[in-house]
C-alpha cells in the first residue's frame, strides 16, 4: 500500500503529463502481481468492490473521535476520505517498511463478509497505514481517486513503460479484467497477447487532420468522399453474441450510461464507428448541451433517458460479423455499412449521409449554407482510405466553419497549469448587457458568455499576465478579476442556449482570434448580438 | 487579595490590555507601553511608544520597521522578572521563532500567561517551550481542529532532499515564511548535511542576516539576485509563499515548487496554491500540542486567541475546562 500511496501522492501533485506517464511506469514496472493490476484497476475501470464505505466510516468515526469535531473537521476539510486519513489515530509503534496491507489483501477482505466483517478488516488496515496510506487506502476503495489521471493515461503510461503502442492495449482492454494477470504477463514478455475471445472489444480509432489551406492544392476532388461531422461525441460501437459496448474515441466503455443503445445493438455482430446524439422528435438534433446532460454518469434514470434521447448516426463499419474491413478501402466500408444497416436497421441509429459533390467549390457552397444547420464541420475522406488508428497524414480532414468573432471583454484570469503555472492564461470573457431589474436608466454590466486558454502566443500570454496583474481587482484562490479595459476578439463555432451560464449562452470552441489592445471595452460587443446567433435546432441534411 | 483575572486583563480595540500594569500585549494599533511576545507582523507593530520583549524580538523589530521603530526599546531575559505598577512581569520560551516568549503576569495572587504563538516541536534556532503553571492561560489556536497533527520536520526535510535526488537540474522553490520557518528550514537542512549554498529571495536576507548575527549559524546563504538561474539549477531557493508561481519565479524554468507549512497538512491548500512538493512543517502546536499544553498548565480558565477557537473551546469544555474565545482584533489566518 505504500508505495501506491507514494504513486498516488506523487500524481495528485505533479501537473505534468510526461510526469505522470513516468511515475505509472516505474510503478507498474517495480510492483508484482496482482497489486499492480489493482492499482491499474483503480485507475481505469475501478475495482470490483462494492461496500457502503460512507456508512462503514460514520461507524468507525464515532469510535475515535467526538461527532461535533469531526464534523468541523470534514466541514474543513471538505473530503471524508481526506478527514478520516487525518483524524484515524496513529498507532504507538512506526511499522517497519513493506508492513503495510497489500492492494490485493484490501481487495480480498472487502469483498467478502458481512459489513460487520469488513468494517472490522477496514479499521486494521487503517491502524495499520500512515495519513496518506490511509488516504490512499480509502481511495482504492471508493473508486475515482481523482488525481488527474484518465484511464486512457493509465493505459497509455501502461503501454509506453513497456514500449508497446496503446492500440494494443485498447484493443484488448474490454475483453480483461482486473487484476489483469493475463496482460501483465503478455507486457512482462512471458506470455502471448490475450485473446479478447467473443467479447466485443475496442478498436483504436482512426482521425482526421484540420484542413489547412496549404492542404488544398494537393487534393483532387474526385479522391474524397464528404460527410458531415455532427455535434456530439465520436463513439465506436462493439457488439457480438448479445453483448453490446458503446466505447468513447479514447477507449473508455459508455455504455453503462446508455442502455437503450445497448438494446438497440443487442441483435447485431458488428463493430461502428458513428456518433452520439441526443436527438428529439422529427430527427432534430439536440444541442450539445443536452448530450451533456449524459455524459459521465455511471447510471441512467428513465426521466433522462426520456428527457435526452440518445441516438447514434453511423459513419463507418469497422467489423461485420468476424469479418475485419478495416483493410479496405472507405467506399467499400461505407457500401458495406448501408447494405448493412438496410438489413439490420438497429433502432435508435440512422447513416450520416455522404454529400455529393464535383468540385471543392461546390462543395465550399453546400458548407456555407450549412451553418444554419447547426453542423459541427465536414469530413473529407479519401475514398480509398483503410481504416487506420490514430490520426493518419492526408486519408481523412476535418474542414471547420469559419469561425465566428465577436469582441468580448475579459473579465477573470486563472492560473494555468504546468508550465503556465506562474501565468494568468485561463480567460474568461463577456458581453455587456442593460442590467436586469434595473429600470430605464440601468447602466450596463458585463456577463460571462466564455472562457479561452488559447490563441496567442507565448509573446502574447506574457503581456496578458502583466496586464492581468496590474489590473487586479479582487482575486480567489487562483483567480482574479480584472477591470474591464481588455478586448479580446473572440471566434469560436456556435452559440448554444445554456442553462448553466449567467447569461443564457454558451459558445461552442471559443479561442482569441485577437488581442484588441486599442479598442475601449465599451465598444465591445452585447449580448444581444450574441443572442442572435444562438444556432437553431438542427434538421437532418439530406 | 485576589482578583478575578479578567477584572485586570482583558481585550481591548488597541489589543489584550493590563489595566493595573498600563500595558498592551501585542497591540495592533500603537500605545504607549507594549509587551512583545515576539517578531510576526501581527504581534510585532511599529510606532509604540515603549516597547519590553526579548533581546531577540527587539532585533527583529528593529531590522523589520527600522532602528526608531518604537519609542524605547527595554529588553528583558527569559527567566529574568520585573515589577510594572505592582503586576510581576516575566518571561519564558515558547518555541515559536527566535526571541519568542511567553508573558507570565503575576497581580493579586493570580498569574496569567499570554503564550502569544507557541509549538512544541523541536526547533534548532531558538529555545524550547516551558510549561508555565498558571490560573490563565491565553493559547494560540492556528492549527485547532484535530485534522492537523504536524510530521515531524527532519522527516519533511529528508522528502525535500529526496526529491532533489531525484529531480536534479530542477530548481527546488521553498515557500516559506520570511521569520522563523525560513531560517529553520535552512538550519535543519545544514542538520541533514545540504552542504550546498541556499539562495534566499531579497525579502528573506535582511531577517536570515540578522539569525546568522545572533549566532545561529546557517553556512552558505545567498541573494539569489545576481547568480545565473543556471547556477542555481538544481538547488535549494527559499521564498515567500506569494512567490511561488509569481513572475519572479519565471527565471528558474520548471521549477519543483514546494511550501513548508502547517497548512499543507491539507491536500485542497496545497492543490489551490499549485504545490507539486508539499512539506508540513509548521512552526505553531498542532491539536495534540494544543491540548496537551492546555492541560499541563494546569489553567482553570483558557483564553482561545486567534485561528479556529469554536472546536478548540467545544474540546476543553467537554475535558471539564473553562475556555472562551477572545475576540482580539487585528490577528489575520497566520501566514505560516
Ligand atoms: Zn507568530
Ligand atoms: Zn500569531
Known sequence: METFATLLDGLATTQSRNRKVALLGRYFRATSDPDRGWALAALTDGLPVRVPLRRMLADLMLRVIDPVLYKMSRDYVGDTAETVALLWPD????????????????????????????????????????????????????????????????????AESYGRDVGEIEEIWHALDAPYEALFRWLDGVADRPDPGLRPTFRPVMLAHPIEDDDWPKLSAADFAAEWKWDGI?????????????????????????????????????????????????????????????????????????????????????????????????????????????????????????????????????????????????????????????????????WKRAALTLDCVLMYAQRGSGKRSSFYSDYTFGVWRTKPDGGPNAGDELVPVGKAYSGFTDDELRQLDKWVRTNTTESFGPVRAVTPGLVFEVAFDAVQRSARHKSGVAMRFPRIHRIRWDKPATEADRLETILALITPISQPVA | MTHAVDRWLYPTDQGLYCAPGGFYIDPHRPVDRAIITHGHGDHARSGHGAVLATAGTVEIMKVR??????????????????????????????????????????????????????????????????????????????????????????????????????????????????????????????QAGYDRPIYLHGAMVALTGLYQRLGVDLGDVRPVAGNDAKDMAGGIVLCPPSALGDRWSRRFGDPVNAFASGWMRIRGRARQRGVELPLVISDHADWPELIETIVATGAEEIWVTHGREDALVYHLASLGRKARALALVGRDEEAE
Not at chain 1, 488525481?147 to 497509455?156: D, F, P
Not at chain 1, 447485431?268 to 430527427?283: K, Y
Not at chain 1, 450549412?370 to 464541420?377: F, H, L, N, Q, S
Open chain 1, 234 to 398: 465520436r463513439v465506436q460501437i462493439a457488439a457480438r453474441g448479445g453483448e453490446v459496448r458503446m466505447f468513447s474515441r479514447q477507449g473508455d466503455d459508455i455504455s453503462a450510461a446508455f442502455p437503450e443503445i445497448r438494446s438497440a445493438f443487442m441483435a447485431a455482430n458488428c463493430v461502428a464507428d458513428g456518433e452520439l446524439l441526443v436527438m428529439r422528435a422529427g430527427n432534430t438534433i439536440a444541442p450539445f448541451n443536452d448530450l451533456q446532460q449524459r455524459l459521465n454518469r455511471k447510471t441512467v434514470t428513465a426521466k433522462m433517458m426520456r428527457d435526452y434521447p440518445a441516438h447514434v448516426r453511423l459513419y463507418d463499419l469497422l467489423f461485420e460479423g468476424g469479418e475485419d474491413l478495416r483493410a479496405s478501402p472507405f467506399i467499400v466500408r461505407r457500401q458495406r455499412l448501408e447494405a448493412w444497416h438496410a438489413h439490420n436497421h438497429p433502432p435508435l441509429s440512422d447513416l450520416s449521409d455522404l454529400v455529393a459533390f464535383e468540385t471543392f467549390n461546390a462543395l465550399s457552397a453546400l458548407w456555407s449554407q450549412a451553418r444554419d444547420d447547426g453542423i459541427e464541420g465536414l469530413m473529407l475522406k479519401r475514398r480509398d482510405s483503410a481504416y487506420q488508428a490514430g490520426r493518419v497524414r492526408g486519408q481523412w480532414f476535418k
Open chain 1, 91 to 158: 498507532t504507538a509503534a512506526p511499522r517497519a517498511t513493506g508492513d503495510t496491507p497489500t492492494l490485493d489483501a484490501v481487495v480480498m477482505a472487502m469483498s467478502i463478509g458481512t459489513i460487520a466483517e469488513r468494517t472490522e478488516a477496514l479499521r486494521t488496515f487503517l491502524d495499520a497505514l500512515n495519513p496518506s496510506g490511509r488516504w490512499a487506502l480509502l481511495k482504492l476503495i471508493g473508486g475515482a481517486p481523482r488525481v488527474g489521471v484518465s484511464a486512457r493515461l493509465a493505459r497509455t503510461a501502461l
Open chain 2, 65 to 190: 520597521y527600522g532602528a526608531d521603530c518604537a519609542g524605547s526599546f527595554q529588553s528583558l531575559a527569559v527567566g529574568d522578572a520585573l515589577t510594572l505598577n505592582g503586576v510581576g512581569v516575566s518571561l519564558a520560551p515558547a518555541g515559536h521563532i527566535l526571541g519568542s516568549a511567553q508573558i507570565i503576569l503575576d497581580y493579586g495572587g493570580k498569574r496569567a500567561v499570554v503564550s502569544g504563538d507557541y509549538k512544541r516541536a523541536s526547533d534548532p534556532t531558538c529555545a524550547p517551550f516551558e510549561v508555565v503553571a498558571c490560573d490563565v492561560f491565553v493559547t494560540e489556536a492556528t492549527f485547532a481542529l484535530p485534522v492537523f497533527r504536524h510530521e515531524i520536520a527532519a522527516g519533511e526535510i529528508a522528502k525535500l532532499l529526496a526529491s532533489l535526488a531525484t529531480e536534479p537540474t530542477r530548481t527546488h522553490l521553498v515557500g516559506a515564511y520570511g521569520l522563523g520557518k525560513c531560517q529553520r528550514v535552512i538550519k535543519l537542512l545544514r
